[in-house]
């Protein structure tokens, strides 16, 4: 009689602790937060990614686990990053990044925010980009919280309700649901500090 084989798991997090991992992006597979801050950036300022023979925008370049997650990037192989490019945008000229960790010694993120903003001469948001740290398996764009706040006068209800998206979609596990009220305030004060930025 033949033994049934153990059936593979690609993130150890999916049955262990959880408390730093992803609410967003992941899969049966995988769970595991993408670690990093810078490209959490060059994902809110559209970068495009070099590999020597071909341009792709980073949004396609990181890669979502569902059923393979071995593969995190979309290179080839024998592909290698030779350059980065960062569109010049009105958001990119005045931007901030914010990052809350559990303590100060310790380099990954909590939740982080990559955000860049410009106002109109009437006052409403002419240009607003948004990409979240620590919550999502990748660099993680806030579209919906953009296209909320885009055109209008940035209230604070409005502020408030837009950055609640933040975690539109999330699939929150016991030890981390903490980040589903972390992104949207930090969001939200990465918002704040632009405006006041802009009226100073």
Same mark, same amino acid.
């Given at each position: *009689? ?5 059936r593979?798991?690609? #993130?150890?997090?999916?049955d ?12 049966? &597979?995988?769970?595991?937060?993408? @670690?990093?801050?810078f /490209?959490?950036?060059?994902? !809110?300022?559209? !970068?495009?990614v070099?590999?020597? =023979?071909?341009? *792709? @925008? $980073?949004a ?7 059923? =393979?997650?071995?593969?995190?990037? /979309?290179?080839?192989p ?6 980065? #490019?960062i569109? +010049?945008? /009105?958001?990119? %000229?005045?931007? =901030? ?6 303590? &100060?010694?310790?380099?990954?993120a909590?939740?982080? $925010?990559?955000?860049?903003? &410009?106002?109109?001469? +009437? ?14 398996t990748? @660099?993680? %764009?806030l579209? &919906?919280?953009? !296209?909320?706040?885009?055109?209008e006068?940035? =209230? ?6 837009a950055?609640?998206?933040? *975690?539109?979609? !999330?699939?929150?596990?016991? +030890? ?16 704040e500090?632009?405006l006041?930025?802009?009226? /100073?």
């Amino acid at each position: *009689m033949q033994q049934a084989q153990p059936r593979q798991r690609g #993130c150890a997090a999916l049955d262990g602790a959880t408390h730093n991992h992803a609410l967003l992006g992941g899969s049966a &597979a995988c769970i595991a937060t993408y @670690p990093g801050d810078f /490209a959490v950036a060059l994902a !809110a300022f559209d !970068a495009v990614v070099e590999t020597g =023979t071909r341009w *792709m @925008p $980073v949004a396609d370049f990181f890669l979502l686990p569902g059923d =393979t997650p071995q593969r995190e990037f /979309a290179l080839e192989p024998g592909e290698v990053i030779t350059a980065l #490019c960062i569109p +010049d945008s /009105a958001a990119a %000229r005045r931007s =901030t990044y914010l990052k809350l960790r559990d303590r &100060a010694s310790y380099e990954f993120a909590s939740v982080s $925010v990559a955000a860049g903003l &410009a106002l109109g001469a +009437d006052g409403r948001i002419a240009a607003l980009r948004l990409a979240l740290g620590g919550v999502a398996t990748i @660099p993680w %764009r806030l579209r &919906a919280v953009e !296209a909320a706040l885009i055109g209008e006068i940035p =209230t604070p209800a409005l502020l408030r309700e837009a950055s609640a998206l933040a *975690m539109r979609g !999330a699939a929150p596990r016991a +030890d981390n649901r903490h980040k589903l009220a972390l992104a949207p305030r930090l969001v939200h004060r990465a918002i704040e500090q632009l405006l006041q930025g802009e009226a /100073a």
